[in-house]
Structure formats: C-alpha cells, structure tokens
C-alpha cells in the first residue's frame, strides 16, 4: 500500500529554519505530483508547495512564496520542503501528498495524503 511519512518537524524561534521529508513508498514515485499542505489550530488544511514528477515544475502559496523551497529526489523517493525565515504564523501540522494526474488535482484533491509531521515557530 502507499505510505508517505513525514518527518523534520519541530520547535524553532520566528526567523528560524526547518526542513521537512516526505519518504514515499508502494507507488512510482517519479510519475507522482508530490506537494505540502499544512493545517494550523481551527483553521482549514491549506496548499504550500507542489512539484512536478521530474521536479521541474513548482507551485508555491503566496503566503510562503521567497521563504519555502520545494525538492525531490527521485531516487530516494522523497520530497523535501525547506522553509526559511519562519514566522509564527506558520505553525501547524504539515502533511505530504500524492497525485498522478497534475498539479491542479494535487493541489485540490490530492488521491494519498502523509500522517502530518508538527511545526511550532514561537515569537
């Protein structure tokens, strides 16, 4: 079966650093859309990131645009999500997903979801 597992998450003071993994398993990884959401406290899970299969295509939201970097590494069958210049506002659960239509359904309705890995940024 298909198994994302995130991993990276931790505590980190605003301004700060985190790099977070998503380690795919049980599908072709490299014919996969990958991305990151992330859902903070009483709020709605949102879109990060995305990638393309070959990792030549990248989406970002605009709230994390010139802060976060998306890669992958095919293969390792993982997906990175570097986040820089960490802002309070950014603490949440951040998950990994899967899809291997396109870079609109991943970002709508992605077919395979990670268990999420927790980022806390303190002020």
């Known amino acids: 079966q298909v198994q994302l597992v995130e991993s990276g998450g931790g505590l980190v003071q605003a301004g700060g650093s985190l790099r977070l993994s998503c380690a795919a398993s049980g599908l072709t990884f490299s014919l996969y859309f990958m991305g990151w959401f992330r859902q903070a406290p009483g709020k709605e899970r949102e879109f990060v990131s995305g990638?393309?299969?070959?990792?030549?295509?990248?989406s970002y939201a605009d709230s994390v645009k010139g802060r976060f970097t998306i890669s992958r590494d095919n293969a390792k069958n993982t997906v990175y999500l570097q986040m820089n210049s960490l802002k309070p506002e950014d603490t949440a659960v951040y998950y990994c997903?899967?899809?291997?239509?396109?870079?609109?359904?991943?970002?709508?309705?992605?077919?395979?979801w990670g268990q999420g890995t927790q980022a806390t940024v303190s002020s």
């Open positions: 997903a899967a899809s291997v239509q396109s870079m609109m359904v991943l970002r709508t309705t992605p077919k395979y």
């Open positions: 990638i393309g299969p070959s990792g030549d295509g990248t």
